[in-house]
């Protein structure tokens, strides 16, 4: 059950009308879970930062949080599955800490600057789902002290990455996020690794998320993901 004295909110991001194809499968379980963890659900559809890529318009979260007020606030991919029995994260969370449901090594797809120096974490965000409370909400910081431009020349897919369909400015999201983690000193846990120690589970089989394949191969493969969890 969840804590009825704390508000959640669900923020999607779909810009240009995102893959219908796609959301036409993820979002009635996205809704699904929003109603499951007594979350509101906001949309992000219209561009507040021209010029960056569409995916920059997640630090949009930033100041919605604020203006929210929310306990908790859940950033999820519109392209990510969400089984019916996936667990509300934020019941095993300490406000201090920021979620995502894994990471990378930061080594691999950043050139680091002072902060992640400083940090010494290594610390790679994988954003497409991530949680932050009120106290965080610097998780989704937009950049302040380098443009989007230079950002993205600080970024470097990995191989298996371009040979997919993902370019560096499509990175500039779990770039930021990655280190306005290191820049802001923000404690930070998975939830892969809480469903392992908290929970017993040995994996997350409760969510689904490809990027580097394309919106047609996306669905494609959802339907038999579907299938598996006995959902369709």
Not at 181 to 186: D, Q, R, S, T, V
Request: charged letters at 25%.
């Amino acid at each position: 059950m969840y804590n009825k004295d704390l508000k959640r909110v669900i923020y999607l991001l779909n810009i240009d009308n995102f893959a219908p194809e796609v959301t036409a499968i993820t979002y009635p379980l996205i809704h699904a879970y929003a109603k499951k963890i007594g979350a509101e659900i906001e949309m992000i559809t219209d561009r507040k930062f021209p010029g960056t890529p569409p995916v920059y318009e997640k630090l949009q979260i930033f100041e919605r949080a604020q203006a929210n007020k929310a306990d908790w606030n859940i950033y999820i991919d519109s392209d990510t599955l969400i089984h019916p029995d996936m667990i509300d994260v934020t019941n095993y969370l300490s406000k201090d800490t920021v979620c995502h449901n894994g990471r990378d090594v930061a080594d691999h797809r950043w050139r680091f600057d002072r902060y992640f120096y400083r940090d010494g974490r290594h610390i790679g965000s994988c954003n497409w789902f991530a949680i932050a409370s009120d106290w965080c909400i610097d998780l989704w910081h937009p950049l302040d002290d380098i443009t989007p431009e230079e950002a993205i020349t600080r970024i470097y897919p990995t191989v298996g990455e371009l040979n997919g369909c993902t370019e560096p400015s499509h990175l500039i999201d779990d770039f930021t996020l990655s280190r306005n983690i290191a820049k802001y000193g923000l404690k930070f846990t998975t939830i892969i690794d809480i469903l392992k120690d908290k929970c017993g589970y040995p994996s997350n089989g409760f969510l689904w998320h490809a990027y580097n394949i394309s919106n047609e191969e996306k669905a494609k493969t959802m339907k038999e993901v579907l299938q598996q969890w006995r959902v369709l």
